[in-house]
């Protein structure tokens, strides 16, 4: 079952590259934090390294903001791992690249294309106690706006302080 707004999301654990690591991470553990997901289709594709470079980019923004940036793919950490050491904008990103080859995580959220094994592009933004507050998911030929995620991670926050 989808998790929908407004609900609490299901804990889970996947394994991730960041920084020449690979650790495991649970969403649990980040748990007073606001953790923003970006899902995405695949490493090596187009429109996905401008994204996640221009998340990158603006990661201090989203730390200002108390949150957490995820990247999830169904590519394997290793995968990730090739892409960040061949591409120059994947190489910006020192958020945790999240890998999901069996597409539990993407199933759980929706995103999971069946006849294709890959993510449909969407963000979701889950606040520091776990629940869903705001999601977008569209085509995989569209791109997302970092500076949009931002304002609607700002807005979230806000409304739950006031």
């Known amino acids: 079952m989808m998790v929908k707004v407004e609900e609490n999301v299901q ?7 960041q920084n020449d690591k690979i650790r495991k991470i649970k969403l649990s553990d980040l748990k007073g ?3 923003v997901l ?6 090596f594709t187009f ?31 290793f995968v990730h791992k090739a892409w960040h050491d061949h591409s120059k ?33 969407a963000t979701f933004i889950i606040d520091p106690d776990g629940v869903l507050k705001a999601m ?3 085509d995989n030929s569209i791109g997302r706006s970092t500076k949009e995620i931002l304002r609607k991670l700002a807005a979230s ?5 006031h």
């Open 11 to 17: 804990d889970f654990e996947l394994e991730a590259f």
């Open 89 to 121: 904008a994947i190489n910006k990103v020192q958020y945790p690249m999240l890998a999901d080859p069996t597409g539990r995580v993407c199933r759980q959220f929706g995103t999971y294309l069946e006849k294709e094994g890959l993510s449909l592009r």
């Open 136 to 138: 977008d998911m569209h």
């Open 157 to 161: 926050k806000i409304v739950r302080e």
């Open 33 to 35: 934090k606001w953790v």
């Open 38 to 43: 970006l899902f995405y289709p695949a490493d």
């Open 47 to 77: 429109i996905c390294p401008t994204e996640l470079e221009d998340a990158a980019m603006h990661y201090a923004d989203f730390k200002k903001l108390h949150a957490e940036v995820l990247s999830v793919s169904t590519d394997t950490v």
